[in-house]
């Protein structure tokens, strides 16, 4: 079962991800911040991040310069998660190692969408009439 | 929606559009017509229909376009746009070497995603195309569709759902909450309304056509004979992509598949079936009168 590690200060955030996440069977693990992200990230890589920017004590940008630089921190898929919707923080993203991009408010097919993007998730036989 | 009423506006439709919806398809009609009935200001799709069956024109043509749009997103289902990059367009750089000109059609272009990723990929093809001349004409029934496709201005869900970060960043501008194409991919697309049902043989000859997911709800003459049709509007080493869902097979034999390729098919040379030709060319031409 691919992983995924939910990093967002609000809990709320956190619940929904989860929840659309784990309709995608991916097994879910949670930070609230960057600091505990990284932590997590420590002890088990996970396949893919979904990833807030602004939050206390560490935000999404820092955690991701840090988690490039840890052995095997390559491989995750870090798809940012965010109210930041401008073309300069997205830019930042990407030049920071970010592999995609949701603006939110995000829903089930955007999510989906963008794992598919970065090939976690398979695409459907068929697509609906 | 009483089932008259769902009888009536399956009836026009199909008189209209040559859309056939099959006998469970109320939750689209009010899913696409509660609004418009909102809009015209009446309570409900009942009082829609005795608007209509009092002649009016206009509320008829609203009616058509909000049941003929679909929902299109951008690199829908993939696959086609790898075969795009992958087999058609390197087979064709070459097929065309001489002429260094190709021609693309999407006969269903809607809001303008399929277009708009077709002129995406070839901007990525860079420097093999240099010196190359590619027409994209997209098509569709419905103008106000073909307003959204040409401005080329579409909101942040929309962006979001199978267009890549990268190709965001490269290829739109931001605008508030809204994002648009540049000028430049803008200016790739050429833009006609059009109606399948009618003679589409002025657009010329087509070396690529995109049609899909509209085939999808027509009756089966109205399929064949539109697969003719388009057989005659393209070249012989053309290729042809169908939605996802769709096939010629067991349809018609103008067009044969790629047996590897899924919705991939190319002109196979036949000739339309004479007798299907002669007793359907009436029902479409009264079909397509309105």
């Known amino acids: ?102 603006m939110k408010p995000f829903d089930k097919d955007i999510v989906t969408a963008k794992f598919q993007e970065v090939g976690l998730v398979a695409l459907p036989e068929q697509s609906s009439i | 929606m009483t089932p008259p009423d769902y009888e009536y506006l399956r009836k026009l439709l199909k008189d209209h559009s040559g859309l056939d919806l099959s006998a469970d398809k109320q939750y689209l009609i009010e899913s696409r017509l509660l609004p418009l009935s909102r809009k015209c200001g009446v309570p409900g799709i009942g009082e829609l229909v005795q608007k209509m069956k009092a002649g009016s024109s206009s509320i008829i043509a609203q009616v058509v376009e909000a049941m003929t749009t679909n929902e299109t997103f951008f690199f829908r289902d993939k696959i086609p746009f790898e075969h795009f990059r992958d087999a058609i367009m390197p087979e064709m750089l070459k097929a065309r070497a001489a002429r260094k000109s190709i021609r693309i059609w999407c006969a269903a272009g809607s809001t303008g995603q399929e277009p708009y990723s077709l002129a995406m990929s070839l901007k ?51 605008n508030g909450e809204l994002w648009q194409i540049n ?30 997911n509209v085939l999808i709800y027509f009756d089966q003459d109205t399929k064949i004979n539109i697969f003719g049709r388009l057989a005659k509007a393209m070249e012989g080493d053309g290729f042809l992509v169908l939605g996802a869902a769709e096939t010629v097979v067991g349809l018609t034999d103008v067009f044969k598949p790629f047996p590897d390729k899924r919705g991939l098919y190319r002109p196979s040379g036949a000739r339309a079936a004479a007798t299907q030709a002669a007793t359907l060319m009436p029902k479409i031409a009264a079909m397509a009168g309105r």
Not at chain 1, 16 to 43: H, P, S, V
Not at chain 1, 75 to 83: E, G, M, S
Not at chain 2, 152 to 161: A, C, D, L, T
Request: charged share 25%.
């Open chain 1, 1 to 102: 079962m691919k992983t995924c590690l939910v990093v967002d200060d609000s809990s709320i955030v956190r619940k929904i991800a989860r929840r659309i996440l784990e309709e995608m069977d991916f097994q879910i693990t949670e930070a609230e911040d960057g600091e505990q992200a990284l932590e997590a990230c420590k002890g088990a890589m996970p396949d893919a991040v979904l990833l807030d920017w602004n939050m206390p004590v560490m935000d999404g940008y820092e955690f991701l310069g840090k988690l490039r630089q840890l052995p095997g921190g390559d491989v995750p898929k870090v798809v940012f998660c965010t109210t930041e919707n401008g073309m300069d923080h997205i830019s930042r993203a990407l030049q920071g190692g970010a592999n995609e991009y949701i």
């Open chain 2, 183 to 212: 000028p430049e991919l803008r200016a790739m697309v050429q833009h006609r309304q059009l109606n399948l049902l009618h003679d589409f043989s002025q657009l010329g000859v087509f070396d690529i056509v995109f049609c899909r």
């Open chain 2, 124 to 174: 990525e093809m860079g420097a093999a195309l240099a010196g190359w001349r590619v027409e994209i004409i997209a098509t569709d029934l419905s103008t106000e569709v073909l307003e959204k496709s040409k401005s080329g201005i579409y909101s942040q869900f929309e962006v979001q759902r199978g267009l890549p970060i990268q190709l965001l960043v490269k290829y739109f501008k931001q």
